[in-house]
C-alpha cells in the first residue's frame, strides 16, 4: 500500500476518508479500503451513527475499487469496541 504522508492526507478531499471529520481511514484505493476495514474498530471517540456512515462509505469504495466484503455491518466485526468478535 502506497502511504500517505501529512501532505497527501491534507490534500485529499473529506469525502476521501471513511471517517471524513476525523480524517481517518483514507479511501483512495483497495488498499487503502482493505485497510479501512482491518482498522475499523481502532477509530476512537465516534458515534455509532458516524461508524454507519463510515461504513457505507467503505462499501462504496469497497464496490468501486473491487474489494469483497463480507460483513454486512461494521458490527460483525471484531474488535475493541465491544463489538462481535468472530
Keep these: 500500500m502506497a502511504k500517505l504522508d501529512t501532505q497527501d492526507r491534507n490534500d485529499l478531499p473529506q469525502g476521501s476518508f471513511a471517517f471524513p471529520k476525523e480524517r ?3 479511501l483512495e484505493n483497495a488498499s487503502h479500503v482493505r485497510n479501512a476495514i482491518a482498522r475499523f474498530d481502532q477509530v476512537e471517540g465516534v458515534t455509532d451513527s ?6 457505507k462509505r467503505i462499501c462504496t469504495a469497497a464496490k468501486k475499487f473491487g474489494v469483497e466484503v463480507k460483513e454486512k455491518s461494521w458490527r460483525e466485526l471484531g474488535g475493541k469496541n465491544g463489538h462481535k468478535t468472530r
Design 24 to 26: 481517518k481511514e483514507p
Design 50 to 55: 458516524e461508524r454507519d456512515a463510515a461504513w
